[in-house]
């Protein structure tokens, strides 16, 4: 397995900007997580979901985020508009909810915002 | 709210040198404890940790949880510069399968 993918791996943008970082989780997992990780703030969780729905979103910043988990196989996580605090590396996790909720990373997407 | 805090916040030490990494928590309906490593990229699973007293053990790693006391320590037994990396700990609850994030200790080995 693969593993799971997020893209791109590397993202650039000026303040304003609309941005859209994408996650693949592992084949048969059904729970998908998002994180942000800062040096200030360590790993916090911003959403998850089980079989696509999303459960908890209160980690979610503000109103500029939003994710969405149109089916097994692919989320998304989009800042609109972005600002220079949104700078952080973004990982995604999956897992088999109801095992032993050892949750798999991404190798996470490092946003800069300037 | 679940809180974790691992200490210390960073630790120096050199190869061959035993080093013990805390974590202490407040969970409500705890349900299990993770520990994991994060090198330059994602956080990788180490151990996972439900019952109190009974050590998990990996190679030159092992750890123990103490759910009386709230607390997991992470030994690394003979340590090399392989093993510099940031060790996270996270709870997880019967709520469901969210993860707590400690703040992470960082270890740096030197030759």
């Known amino acids: ?114 | 709210e679940d809180k974790v805090v691992q200490s210390p916040l960073s630790l120096v030490v050199h190869e061959g040198d035993t080093v013990t990494l805390n974590c202490s928590y407040e969970v409500t309906n705890f349900r299990s404890l993770l520990w994991y490593k994060q090198e330059k990229k994602a956080p990788t699973f180490l151990f996972m940790l439900t019952s109190s007293g009974i050590e998990k053990k990996s190679g030159r790693l092992s750890s123990i949880l103490d759910k009386k006391e709230l607390f997991s320590i992470l030994n690394i037994t003979a340590t090399q510069t392989g093993d510099s990396a940031i060790y996270l700990c996270a709870v997880c609850n019967n709520a469901g399968n969210m993860l707590t994030f400690g703040g992470g200790t960082r270890l740096m080995v030197k030759p």
């Not at chain 1, 942000?36 to 109103?63: A, C, H, K, W």
């Not at chain 1, 500029?64 to 998304?76: C, E, L, W, Y």
């Open chain 1, 1 to 114: 397995d693969a593993g799971v993918i997020q893209s791109p791996r590397h993202e650039v943008t000026e303040m304003g900007q609309e941005v859209t970082l994408r996650c693949k989780p592992i084949s048969g997992h059904n729970s998908l997580f998002w994180y942000r990780q800062t040096m200030m703030r360590g790993l916090e969780l911003l959403i998850y979901f089980n079989n696509n729905v999303p459960i908890d979103d209160s980690g979610m910043p503000e109103d500029r985020f939003s994710a969405k988990m149109p089916n097994a196989s692919f989320s998304t996580l989009k800042i609109q508009p972005s600002e220079p605090r949104d700078s952080a590396v973004y990982f995604c996790a999956s897992t088999i909810r109801g095992s032993s909720y050892e949750q798999y990373f991404g190798p996470g997407t490092r946003l800069t915002v300037t």
